[in-house]
């Protein structure tokens, strides 16, 4: 799969350039809709037998890339694919950073098919893999990974998405002694900063959607760190709906494991907007655009940024 990995960045790629006409536009619809479009078509000219896990939508939502649809020219590996091809609708559509083309994949039946309800998250980068427990409390998972990067829980910075919801988890972090960065938009970003040194994230943790849990998980388990999630069903149509996407206990602790079962498996994303790891699709003004992309695979360990110029036809 690792020989493919060029193809998938040429994926986000294409899926960044259409998207970014609409920044800053108000139509979070369109720009979804065209950068969704640019990613089915590259998608499918890629020697695979693809097979979207992680979508955008059912068999009844076109034209989003829905569970269940096949992409590829069906020559190749099978692949199970995780997408999101414009995470940050509204980050773009309002002109504001983070915006990003996702796409993460592992071989056949090795990704977690979680459907689109919301997710209990915890994510740490290497220093801190095998230290943390969705089931344990605030207070022990912050000792564990103050401890595992030998620093007082007073020295740990945790990146929180900023929701109501959390009122209460930002108020306890910080009786705790630790300092905590809030974010608007895009958890699958500040789950992979706790991965990257320069960002100085020691933690993530909260609740959002479970797709960008799965493709968080996909990024961390290339890079060495660790994720652990719960889903939370909200009434018994998505209980229902977790049973039948195969998930027999709705409600347990997922590790790493659960979630991604192969290390054989890959993480692109590239910037629409300028954010905290990525910066966005630039013009020169002329015939050219400049995309950026962060490039990390199971196979080939670490990570990589990739500078393109791509020149308008």
Request: glycine share 12%; aromatic share 6%.
């Amino acid at each position: 799969m690792n020989a493919l990995l060029f193809d998938f960045i040429n994926v986000t790629e294409k899926a960044a350039l259409a998207a970014y006409p609409w920044i800053g536009r108000g139509e979070k619809n369109d720009a979804d809709g065209a950068s969704t479009q640019a990613m089915r078509d590259k998608l499918n000219l890629i020697n695979m037998e693809g097979k979207i896990v992680i979508g955008e939508g059912e068999l009844d939502e076109a034209p989003m890339l829905y569970i269940g649809e096949r992409v590829g020219s069906g020559r190749g590996p099978a692949i199970d694919i995780a997408v999101d091809p414009l995470d940050g609708t509204t980050l773009i559509s309002k002109g504001q950073g983070n915006s990003i083309a996702v796409i993460a994949g592992a071989p056949r039946g090795c990704l977690l098919h979680a459907p689109d309800i919301y997710m209990q998250k915890i994510a740490v980068g290497p220093k801190s893999a095998g230290k943390i427990d969705l089931d344990a409390s605030l207070f022990q998972n912050l000792k564990a990974v103050a401890e595992a990067n030998e620093k007082k829980i007073s020295e740990l910075n945790i990146i929180i998405q900023d929701r109501e919801r959390h009122e209460e988890l930002i108020r306890e972090i910080r009786s705790l002694g630790a300092s905590v960065t809030l974010f608007h938009d895009g958890d699958v970003i500040a789950s992979i900063a706790t991965a990257i040194n320069k960002l100085e994230f020691d933690m993530f943790i909260g609740t959002g959607g479970a797709p960008e849990g799965v493709v968080s998980a996909v990024a961390l388990a290339c890079l060495g760190g660790d994720f652990q999630g719960r889903l939370l069903p909200a009434n018994k149509q998505e209980y229902a709906r977790c049973i039948k996407m195969g998930i027999s206990n709705p409600t347990a602790k997922l590790t790493l494991n659960d979630i991604v079962k192969s290390p054989d498996c890959f993480f692109v994303a590239t910037g629409v907007t300028d954010g905290l790891l990525l910066k966005g699709v630039s013009s020169n003004g002329g015939r050219m655009l400049t995309s950026h992309s962060f490039v990390t695979s199971g196979a080939a360990g670490g990570y990589q940024f990739v500078k393109t110029i791509h020149e308008l036809v």
